[in-house]
């Protein structure tokens, strides 16, 4: 089973950037979907985005779609999250996601309930 941890968050001011990255422990890295959720205080957890086993599908929410990028090196087991022009309204905790099925499923993709392996989260913060 493949346990998940990311870092790379912190302060940032709007405008800015941050990378996150999810290390995964195990051999079977590359035959999960991965992805990134987040929840703000408050509010409910909310889909990020997600990338299929080799790359080369992606899916985004809405609200980061053109400022957020995921992507996954299979070879350092990680998947990343790379932030681009921050707003305050990205604020919360972010949560990296395993689904061990492998299957891409467009349909599922945004379902929090169809993940099976969550990391720890790392905070997000960024000041206006």
């Known amino acids: 089973q493949v346990q998940l941890v990311e870092s790379g968050g912190g302060l940032v001011q709007a405008g800015g950037s941050l990378r996150l990255s999810c290390a995964a422990s195990?051999?079977?890295?590359?035959?999960?979907?991965m992805g990134w959720f987040r929840q703000a205080p408050g509010k409910e957890r909310e889909f990020v985005g997600t990338?299929?086993?080799?790359?080369?599908?992606?899916v985004y929410a809405d609200s980061v779609k053109g400022r957020f990028t995921i992507s996954r090196d299979n070879a350092k087991n990680t998947v990343y999250l790379q932030m681009n022009s921050l707003k305050p309204e990205d604020t919360a905790v972010y949560y990296c996601?395993?689904?061990?099925?492998?299957?891409?499923?467009?349909?599922?993709?945004?379902?929090?309930?169809?993940?099976?392996?969550w990391g720890q989260g790392t905070q997000v913060t960024v000041s206006s």
């Open positions: 195990g051999r079977t890295f590359s035959s999960y979907v």
């Open positions: 990338i299929s086993r080799s790359g080369g599908g992606t």
């Open positions: 996601v395993a689904e061990s099925s492998g299957i891409f499923d467009y349909a599922r993709v945004r379902d929090p309930v169809w993940y099976d392996r």
